[in-house]
């Protein structure tokens, strides 16, 4: 899987919208802050159409294992972000694990299909 960076989405929308890219860096930031900021008073993100972002806090343990060490450690209840995918998001990523030819052939569920765009 390849990874797509912060810089690589800010070039995309510069040249998508003719923005500049301090514009983008700027509202992107902001936009990462707001999303951060929400998270830490403990509200839920719902992105529609994308995904919902929330909190879920780990109960923490007497005795666990570090799994490198083997050593037991105490952990600590803690919080820690969740991302449940929007329906949308999830039909459109669904056959990304299909052999493209297992689509053509008819293998894969016809409502599993997405037509390219």
Not at 36 to 51: M, P, Q, Y
Not at 103 to 113: L, S, Y
Request: net charge neutral; hydrophobic share 30%.
């Amino acid at each position: 899987m390849e990874k797509h960076t912060k810089i690589e989405i800010v070039d995309s929308l510069c040249e998508k919208t003719g923005m500049s890219r301090r514009e983008i860096r700027t509202v992107i930031d902001s936009f990462i802050g707001e999303l951060k900021d929400a998270l830490v008073e403990n509200k839920a993100i719902e992105l529609r159409g994308f995904g919902t972002f929330e909190i879920k806090i780990r109960k923490g343990r007497q005795r666990a294992r570090n799994p490198r060490t083997g050593e037991t450690v105490s952990a600590v209840s803690h919080g820690t972000v969740i991302f449940r995918p929007g329906r949308e998001l999830k039909q459109d990523v669904w056959n990304l694990g299909f052999p493209q030819d297992e689509v053509q052939e008819g293998n894969v569920p016809a409502e599993n299909v997405q037509e390219e765009k």
